[in-house]
């Protein structure tokens, strides 16, 4: 019954529209130009009784938070393509984007009710206080243009190249150039191919491999600004330093190497897909810690940190299994891996991720990036019920709160049984 006392719902609308208009200016040569718009409103709506739980102690709390999110995008592009000789496959593009998302939410919670029957949030409550308040925008410029080629559907080649240009990042920074090439070779329409009785059971076969550099934005609004933000201390106005800024915040950068083949069998009735993949990052973007002698908001300061890889393959299979009339029935599976790596910090320092109760994870060279920080244990010791750890000389050591501080890690095992240990520490 105590469960049905707290609610929580969250109510969502969107709107999503795009309108454009393209002008055939020569024979293939085209015009396009595209508006789209996105905005996502969200209303959390909670109450948390005060008989138990998480509400007991502020003797009932409702609150309600409306999160509102804008995005408009514009891109004009000039695409070229034309066919020579009825062999020579040729096609290109310019183009211009520009993105601007926005970003508003506001809130209040209320506590200690005055009416036990009261469950909402415009009940009668003794103290108010704001949540979930914030505002945020950013902006996104991009120029481009790719240029691709083939020969007969046979040979592919294709090279491209942007200018892109993100507010996040520091003054003189805010711009990167990035490019990439591919090529490809279809074996399957080569002569030599076709009139091989290999393609009564292999229909199609195609390798490829591309290598490219992009950069990544999904790095916040402002990491490189120092902010502050305004608020209360009881009823007084007042301005806290809140984020530490980094004037020299600059891209980072993946560079991609991509090895695939692509193949079918029985006339397409069997399809797979199996890729290489090698992505190197650098200049990686997280935060960096700081000393809190320095005085510095979280301690830390987002920064380019390092440069870490992931790498692996990729399978994809389909099975076209029946086609008949309007009825088709395909099925689809895929599998990936993945290995990832650190392969360098800034001055090889480990940057670990800390909550308010313990450090949970770390990222070091030659690691995984965020990999689970924690000190192995060998269970529970029988005799005591007190935790068992392995220190980093791997010996084993009981842990007790309930001893004074400086007995309570003790030596398990051995001579040294029952002697204090020195406490577990995050070397």
Do not use: C
């Amino acid at each position: 019954v105590l469960l049905n006392e707290d609610k929580f719902t969250s109510e969502n609308g969107r709107f999503i529209g795009n309108i454009y208009a393209q002008v055939n200016i020569l024979k293939g040569l085209n015009f396009k130009t595209q508006y789209g718009f996105d905005e996502l409103k969200t209303e959390n709506i909670s109450f948390q009784n005060r008989i138990n739980g998480d509400g007991f102690a502020s003797n009932g709390v409702a609150t309600n938070t409306f999160y509102r999110s804008s995005r408009w995008n514009f891109v004009n592009t000039l695409n070229y393509n034309t066919t020579i000789a009825e062999k020579h496959n040729l096609s290109a593009l310019i183009g211009e984007e520009e993105q601007k998302t926005t970003a508003d939410n506001w809130g209040a919670s209320r506590s200690n009710v005055s009416d036990p029957f009261v469950t909402t949030y415009q009940g009668s409550f003794g103290v108010i206080v704001p949540s979930g308040n914030g505002q945020g925008e950013n902006a996104f410029r991009s120029f481009f243009g790719n240029i691709g080629y083939d020969y007969m559907k046979r040979y592919f080649i294709a090279g491209s190249f942007r200018r892109d240009g993100y507010s996040g990042l520091a003054a003189g920074n805010k711009y990167g150039n990035f490019g990439g090439a591919s090529v490809g070779w279809q074996i399957s329409e080569e002569s030599f191919f076709k009139e091989s009785s290999i393609t009564n059971v292999l229909s199609r076969v195609k390798i490829r491999g591309s290598y490219g550099v992009v950069g990544n934005i999904n790095i916040g609004n402002f990491p490189a600004l120092s902010l502050y933000s305004i608020g209360l201390y009881g009823t007084s106005p007042t301005v806290t330093f809140s984020q530490a800024g980094n004037p020299d915040l600059r891209w980072e950068r993946s560079k991609k190497t991509d090895i695939g083949l692509n193949f079918s069998l029985f006339n397409g009735r069997i399809e797979a897909d199996i890729d290489y993949y090698y992505n190197n990052i650098d200049q990686l973007v997280q935060a960096a810690q700081q000393a809190p002698s320095k005085g510095i908001p979280g301690n830390s300061i987002t920064a380019n940190i390092g440069s870490m890889y992931n790498k692996g393959f990729e399978f994809a299979l389909t099975t076209n299994n029946i086609t008949k009339g309007d009825f088709t029935w395909t099925s689809s599976i895929n599998f990936s891996t993945v290995k990832n790596k650190v392969t360098s910090l800034f001055n090889n320092a480990d940057v670990f991720g800390v909550t308010s109760l313990e450090t949970v994870n770390v990222t070091r060279v030659g690691y995984s990036l965020g990999s689970i920080y924690v000190v192995p244990t060998d269970g529970v010791d029988p005799a005591t019920g007190e935790r068992i750890f392995i220190n980093r000389n791997g010996e084993r050591i009981r842990f007790s709160f309930s001893r004074p501080s400086a007995t309570r890690y003790q030596y398990l095992d051995g001579a040294k049984a029952g002697q204090t240990a020195p406490a577990i520490d995050a070397s």
